[in-house]
Structures are given as structure tokens and as C-alpha cells.
């Protein structure tokens, strides 16, 4: 099947990518723009672990098919740095060590900052149903939260 | 995933000519939460599609909208997010609220689309059984025109819906709950969210006084189908809304069941479940409906 071209507006930049319809916006995202930071972990949708902001939504990006991208902006784990300072989320996992083998996390990243976006001061129950869709199998979680609310009170005193 | 074409209709009627033409090796594409997973695997309960048709630019399929005088109009396209986020959703037809805010993680309610999930048409839907209890009626556009047809008929077996390979769902509409009707809706899971319904419940009781004016009871993933619990119905009907009423038509909804043993519980389990479940969302519902009026 010849490749078709879609636009999108990745991390703030428009790109045009040349891509097969059955290929995944993970998949057009990781080898055609070659940002690795997401993951796939199961391809189903069920870890969270290839998690991207979609139109300022969270989505699973394993399931989404590269044309149903076209147009719409995407942010990834590689977006959320600006002029090479880590986003307070990206600092807290790193201040709290919030984080083992480390696959699970820029997903996790993606997804706290997006919850914290839409509530910056949730509880420990808002952060796990927050977090429900991005499972983790090396920490046990507690580590993940407390870097989630050591973000989201760093993000509420301006950083 | 095996390539296949990708059209992007832009209105109902181009993707149900674009169905048609395909003449059945076409499949509409909602949310992807499940087709794309089911394409992934090769498990799909109809031949692998060559044509994709994907309803993601129809802006037609994604209003919701709310009048006192006609109810509720979900259109198909309409996700899990916008739909259990409404504030006429959450207010009047609560128990969809809550179905719609289970599915899934948010990554899923992101995507996933409320006709997405009843042409699914899987047994255990969360928004079935809400759906059942509302009386929605699901509003079907195909090459002859549109159709309408009571959700409970729209269901046919596990995967399997009323809907022609060249028809599209298109809207569900709900008429209005009458006057002091308090709904409910529940799922039992190991996990919270995340999960899929080892058993889920809905009622719908409209009181005045004491006295039970009309009930609705639907089951979740205990029948190929979603289904109306009548003999549950019918043993509220009339009657004093207190436990005893309660306990007896839980009962009952038990006899309206006819579960499996899977991977997720046995049977037995789930006939407990229905029992349990149904008096405790009888009585929620209840406390709902004398509050409501």
C-alpha cells in the first residue's frame, strides 16, 4: 500500500510524516519522527506506558491510528522540557526516585502532569484513579505518588 | 496489524455510502479502544476488514444535547469523558453518569465512544445496563434512511447487534425520566478502574410516596446479552419500597440471569453478586428518588 502524508503538530512543531494507514500514532511517533521516550509496553492499551496528550486529552497512542492523528497536536514525554529545564514532574521523579527500571515512567509523566493540569491539588485517591490507566510492575506506586504530590506542590508555588 | 484502506468520511451519509459500496469488508472505526485491539490480534468475530472507515471526523456523530421536553440525544461518536463529564448526564441520568466514568482508565474514557461500546455490544458494556434502564432508543442511519429500535432489541448476542455491515448507529436518545425517579448504577471488579464487570447492575424506580409507580432493572455480563431483568421489574411493580420488596425482586433479577463460569468468576459467584448488588442499588435508588422530588 503506497504511504499517505498527514500533518501534525508535535511538541509544538508541525511535521509532515509519510505513513501506512494500519500504522499507530506510537508507532509513527517512535520510528518515523524518532522520539523513543514513549514506550510500548502491551500494545493493547492496558498499561499506559505509550501515554501522549492528544488535543490536550491523554489517550493510549498504541491504539490510535497514525491517520486519526492527522491535524491534531500531540505532546509527548520529550515535550514537556522547555529550554532544557525538566518539567516539574520530570524533577519531582527525579527528587523522590520515583522510578526503577524506568519504562513505565514517561507515560506516567504524561499522564500526572495532565492530572495536575486539571487539578492541582489532589488527593492520594484523585492520583491513583489519575494514574489508574499506567501500571507500573518494578515500584509498588508509593514512590511514583509521592513524586506526584511533591509535583503538584511544586507546580502550585510557581514552578 | 495487517494494512487495510483508511477513508475519513466527513458526514454520516458519506460513511454509510462508503459501508455500502465496501459491501460488507468494511468496518466503521469509533474510539479504537476495542476494534484496534481486536485487529491486533486477529480477533475479530467478522473478516479481517480491507477498508477502514474511520467516523473520527463526523463532528455530526459527537453532540450531546438536553431539553426538558425531549430528553437526552447522545450522539454515537460522543466519548466516555464528554459523557460522563455532562452536567445534564450527571444530573438526570446518573446512573449513566456512572457507567460512562468506569470505562477504562482516562487514557480510555479519552477515547473511547458511548456507540463504540454498545456496537461492541460485549455482554459486560458499562453503559448497557444504565442504557436499558433509560428505555434509550438507538436511532440506526443506513442506504435506506434512519431506523429507530429499543436498545434492548439493538443487543443479539456477545459481539453481535441489530446493525447491517452498511448501517451506522448514529444517536441513542433518552426520553426523559419521569418525576421522582431515582437511578443507580454498579459493577463489581477485582480492580476499580481498569477492569472489566464481573457483574454489573442498573435500576431505575419511580416513586410516589412509598409506593413503587415503575421500576427498571438491567443486568451486566450475566447473559450473552445485556439484558432487562423482567421478573425483578415485575416483583417491584405496585409495591411498598422497603427491604423486604427489595430482597425479593434481588430474588428475582437471580432468576432473570443466566451467567457463565469464566476466567473472571463462577457462576454461582455471580448469581450472589446479582442478589446482593440489585437490593443495595434498589434502596440507593430509593434514597435517589425521594430526594429527586
Redesign the interface.
Known sequence: MPKQLITLTINGREREVAIEPHWTLLETVREALDLTGSKEGCGTGDCGACTMSVDGRIVTSCLMLAPQANGRQVTTIEGLQSNGSLDPVQQAFIDTGGLQCGFCIPGMIVAARNLIDDNPNPTIDQIREGLAGNLCRCTGYAKIYEAVELAAERIRGGA | ??????K?PETIDEAVSLLKEAGGSARP?AG??DL??Q???RATRFPYPAT?V?L?RVSELRGIDFSETDGLRLGAGATM?DVAGHPAVRERYAALAQGAGVV?????M??ATIGGNVCNAAPSADTAPPLLVYEAEAVIVGPNGRRTLPIAEFFRGPGETALASDELLAELRLPLPPSGTGAAFQRNTP????DIAVVGVAVALTLSGDTIERARVALGAVAPTPLRATAAEAALQGQTANEETFAKAAAAAVQDSSPISDLRASAEFRRHLVKVMTARLLAEAANRAKGSS
Open positions: 496489524m495487517r494494512t487495510f484502506e483508511y475519513a472505526l479504537g479502544t484496534v485491539v485487529l491486533k490480534e477502514i474511520s473520527d469523558t477504562g482508565s482516562l487514557q480510555t479519552n477515547m480492580r476499580k478502574q481498569m
